[in-house]
């Protein structure tokens, strides 16, 4: 249940030879067919189908919202935990927790259909963040600017803790006790039942923070020698094991469960940054890194290989989320601008 086996002692040296090899069992297979889009004409202003700047939404670091914005968008959370569910998943208590029990759902390894360790992990929690983007705003008032968290700020400046976004007036902090269980903030009193893994039982949300090993997997050096690849695969590799598990597993305790993390609302601000570094990477040099996708897209661990070999993750694979929004492609959530997504990061 924890993230912690791959990423443990990883460091900068094992992270490239973990990425290089990766890289050499699926090379770069980049697709030409850019949906929708003209690759001279429309990719340097990222703007295509129906999105225009003037319907773009801006995406901001926590603490660069104001006070009210902080409130109407916590307030919009508390609405999600407050409202029916309605996906029909199990154990499903709140419309929070159809979102919990979805990513749950995409983590069965029994079943072919996974979002981690595969090529549209990435896209595929693209696709995830516009759902919950989508449900606060249409469901839950949210008028506020989209938050992320910055993580590489917090981890250069060697308090990874440091944001206000701990705070008893927002997420709370770290967790207490035997149990770890957050007893500050906006959610202390949330009881979620889905989890840990795929056990359904009442608890807490818990945190057990550990900032040295949060810092060593999401500071700078780390994200530069990230940046360092300029195709999908190894780049996409390093940054889910190292920035990605790594503050999953150091936040630790709800972050830590790779099955049920959602539960704790810190994991939409972790990946709506993580979002964001992808974003920052494809505009580093949109022509050739746009419509840049590849890797395994399926657990080859866990599956035969089937008659004609293994299918890597192309721009026509289907992204879904059992209804609870419809159905589209990589294709579709490649470019954030490109129409079905309409938004940019500050
Ligand atoms: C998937 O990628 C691997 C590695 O690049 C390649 O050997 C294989 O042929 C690809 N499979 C398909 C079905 O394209
Ligand atoms: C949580 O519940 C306790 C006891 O009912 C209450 O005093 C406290 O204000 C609640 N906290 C929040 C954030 O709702
Ligand atoms: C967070 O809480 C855990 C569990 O109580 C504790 O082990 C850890 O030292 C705390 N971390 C920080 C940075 O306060
Ligand atoms: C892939 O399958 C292997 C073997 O069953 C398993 O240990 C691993 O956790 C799976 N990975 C994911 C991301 O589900
Ligand atoms: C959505 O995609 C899933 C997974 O590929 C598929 O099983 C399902 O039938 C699709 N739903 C619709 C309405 O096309
Ligand atoms: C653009 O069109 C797509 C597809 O019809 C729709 O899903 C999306 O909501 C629209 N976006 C905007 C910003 O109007
Ligand atoms: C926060 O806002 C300031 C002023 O608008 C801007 O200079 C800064 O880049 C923003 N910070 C982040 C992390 O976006
Ligand atoms: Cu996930």
């Known amino acids: 249940m924890h993230f912690s086996s791959l990423i443990a002692g990883?460091?900068?040296?094992?992270?490239?030879?973990?990425?290089?090899?990766?890289?050499?069992?699926?090379?770069?297979?980049k697709s030409n067919v850019r949906p929708g889009d003209n690759k001279e004409t429309k990719i340097p202003g990222f703007f295509t189908g129906n999105c225009t700047?003037?319907?773009?939404?801006?995406?901001?670091?926590?603490?660069?919202?104001?006070?009210?914005?902080?409130?109407n968008f916590l307030d919009s959370v508390e609405c999600l935990i407050n409202s029916p569910a309605q996906s029909g998943l199990t154990a499903t208590t709140s419309r929070f927790s159809d979102l919990q029990a979805l990513h749950r759902a995409k983590t069965n390894t029994a079943v072919g259909d996974i979002i981690h360790d595969v090529g549209q992990f990435l896209p595929w929690h693209r696709y995830y963040m516009h759902i919950y983007e989508t449900l606060l705003r249409d469901e839950c008032g949210l008028t506020a600017p989209m938050p992320y968290w910055d993580e590489?700020?917090?981890?250069?400046?060697?308090d990874m803790w440091q944001s206000a976004m701990w705070?008893?007036?927002?997420?709370?902090g770290n967790g207490t006790g035997s149990g770890l269980c957050v007893e500050d903030g906006r959610f202390s009193n949330l009881t979620l039942h889905i989890g840990p893994g795929d056990e359904d039982t009442d608890y807490c949300i818990r945190r057990s923070w550990d900032g040295a090993d949060a810092i060593a997997n999401a500071n700078s050096k780390v994200l530069e020698m990230c940046n360092s690849y300029n195709t999908y695969s190894p780049w996409w590799y390093c940054v889910a094991e190292l920035p990605h598990k790594g503050?999953?597993?150091?936040?630790?305790?709800v972050m830590a469960d790779i099955k049920s993390s959602p539960g704790d609302p810190i994991f939409f601000m972790?990946?709506?940054?993580?979002?964001?570094?992808?974003?920052?990477?494809?505009?580093?040099?949109?022509?050739?890194?746009?419509?840049?996708?590849?890797?395994?897209?399926?657990?080859?661990?866990?599956?035969?290989?089937?008659?004609g070999g293994w299918q890597n993750t192309t721009l026509h694979y289907e992204l879904s989320s059992y209804n609870i929004m419809p159905n589209t492609t990589i294709g579709h959530v490649m470019n954030s601008q490109g129409g079905y997504l309409c938004y940019g990061y500050e």
């Open 10 to 29: 990883l460091s900068l040296s094992t992270c490239i030879a973990a990425a290089v090899t990766h890289g050499s069992h699926h090379t770069h297979s």
């Open 53 to 71: 700047e003037e319907k773009m939404t801006v995406r901001k670091e926590w603490r660069n919202l104001s006070k009210a914005e902080q409130k």
């Open 152 to 158: 590489v700020y917090d981890a250069d400046s060697g």
């Open 167 to 172: 705070d008893a007036e927002a997420f709370g």
């Open 247 to 253: 503050v999953h597993t150091y936040v630790g305790g």
């Open 270 to 307: 972790h990946h709506m940054y993580i979002d964001r570094v992808w974003w920052l990477w494809q505009k580093q040099d949109p022509l050739n890194r746009l419509y840049d996708i590849s890797g395994p897209s399926v657990n080859e661990s866990a599956n035969a290989e089937p008659a």
